[in-house]
Each structure stands twice: as structure tokens, then as C-alpha cells.
């Protein structure tokens, strides 16, 4: 098989008596996790200067999972909180974060939900005084040297429901580019493609591989190389979607999942970059059934 434009993927033989291999990034690198959270959004971006931004932290039950992987990480403060929209399978799980770690400043689309997980969040970004920025259409914030977040959706008057209004945006390291298209559907994709270059390596797929989302036109113009879907493999949403798999699949992208891999990190220089899962799906299956027992 030809390799991928740009891209280094480290494979895991699928044999579990193999001993597994390890990766050293270089210290300049910038490193994006995909942490399973179950069925939800969490990202962790990790900047070359040591900056976190954590955006989204999935459902409440997820929070002492989050904790600790955040702790593995070395990670002791965040830098910034992107909360991309009031759900509570995106802000659930911030809660405790806000409880357990310095956090600087926020970002928001604004909306309010009245939801008891909602207002315990908003409760802790009082409690701790954290400074809260709204998002808007086409802000650029440097995070870093060289790494720029783009935004390219926020809330929208027009918006039928909250999806419609999730902060989306493009993440740029140099050459490389990610594009977090939270839980956006069809209309918003569309929009955002005619008015914004979409074009990216890594895909983080909207709503967690759903039928409102992932149109093939939409794909083509990110024509993304890896693509990464946020689910649980529980769940009762049906996602993600024979659809969006096939159109992925047209767009010959390579896809993973945190339900598949667990958690996933994308490491890179700013020229290539390397997927790391924490485990192939055939390991993922068989700790299930260990849980199980």
C-alpha cells in the first residue's frame, strides 16, 4: 500500500504476545489526544511550549476517567477550556476539571442550558473566577509559535438546536492541520466549506459519526487522511453510521475510534505526524469481555 501524503501511522501487530512498541515525539512537537471518554467529546492538545487546551470533557460519569488520564499526561493546569456547546456529553466531565485543576480561561459559544449539569459548570467557572471568552466566527487565537486555532463556527441565531450552534474549528501546527467539527450537522458543514479552507490531515468526525453530519461532499473538501470518531461502543444512538463509514471510505480516509482504540494521540512536527492508539481493536474487545466477568 502506497503511503499517505505527510502521514507516519505506527501499527500494532495484532498478536497480543507481541511485545508492544513505543514512540518518543520530540520535544517541539505538538500532541492532540482523542481521549475515550465513552460516548462523548474530549480532546487534549498539548502545544510544543508545554500549553494545554482541553476542549470538551464528556458525560459527568466521565470526569474521574478524564482526572486521571490528565494526570498521566504531567498535565497541571489547563491553559484553556474550549467548551464547544452546553450538552452534557461535552461539558459533563469539565466539572470535575474545574475542581481539580487551575484552569485560566475559557472558551464558550455562550448558550445557556438549563440543565442541572449546566449550572453545577457554570456554578465551578464562578467559584474559581475563571475568565470566559465567547467564541465568534472566524477568531484566530494563537496558542503557540506556529499554532494557530481558527474558529470557524460558533452560535448561531438561526440554529434549530444546539448541535447547530457547537464551536468548530481548524488547528493548524505549520503544515499540519486538524479540523474539530464538535456536534455540527450537514448545513453547518456546508456552510463552513464555502466560506473557510477545510482542507485537512486529521478529522475529528462530527458528531460522533451520526446521520446529521459527514456529508461526502463535505468530505471532499477536507479530504481528510485520518479520520477519528468519538463513541462508545454501547451505545443506543446507533452511531456511528453505515453512511459516514462509507463516505469516509470514499474519501479514502483512514479511520479510528476511540471505542475501537481506546485513547488515540496524533503526535507532529509541523511537516508529518504519527497516530498512536492505546490499543488495537482486537485487544479493546477482549478487556471488554474481562470487564465483563
Known sequence: MVPM????????LL???????????????LRVHFID???GDSMLVETP???????????????????????????EEIDLM?????????????IDVLEHFPVRKVLENGEVQLTKTFAKYRFYLFKEQVPVQIAQANDKIMLAENVELHILHAADEHAENR??????????????????????????EEAIAEKYDVNSEVLK???????????????????PEVSIITYSAS????????????????????????????????????????????????ERFLKRIKDKE
Do not use: C, W
Request: negative net charge; glycine residues 8%.
Open 235 to 282: 451505545n443506543d444512538y446507533g452511531h456511528p453510521v453505515e453512511r459516514v463509514i462509507n463516505n469516509l471510505a470514499k474519501v479514502e480516509s483512514q479511520i479510528f475510534s476511540t471505542a475501537g482504540y481506546g485513547n488515540i494521540v496524533v503526535e507532529t512536527d509541523g511537516k508529518q505526524y504519527i497516530v498512536i492508539p492505546e490499543m488495537q481493536p482486537i
Open 82 to 94: 474550549i467548551a464547544t456547546h452546553p450538552d452534557y456529553d461535552h461539558i459533563g466531565g469539565l
Open 5 to 12: 501524503k505527510k502521514v507516519l501511522h505506527l501499527f500494532f
Open 37 to 39: 471518554v465513552g460516548q
Open 49 to 75: 511550549d508545554n500549553r494545554a487546551i482541553l476542549i470538551d470533557g464528556g458525560v459527568p460519569e466521565a470526569g474521574n476517567r478524564l482526572i486521571s488520564y490528565l494526570k498521566e499526561q504531567h498535565i
Open 163 to 188: 448541535n447547530q450552534s457547537a464551536i468548530a474549528f481548524k488547528l493548524s501546527y505549520d503544515e499540519i492541520d486538524f479540523l474539530f467539527m464538535s456536534d455540527v450537522e450537514a448545513e453547518q
Open 205 to 223: 468526525v462530527a458528531h460522533h459519526g451520526s446521520n446529521s453530519s459527514s456529508t461526502l461532499k463535505f468530505l471532499k473538501k477536507v479530504n
Open 15 to 29: 498478536l497480543l504476545m507481541i511485545p508492544q512498541i513505543t514512540y518518543t515525539a520530540p520535544n517541539s512537537g
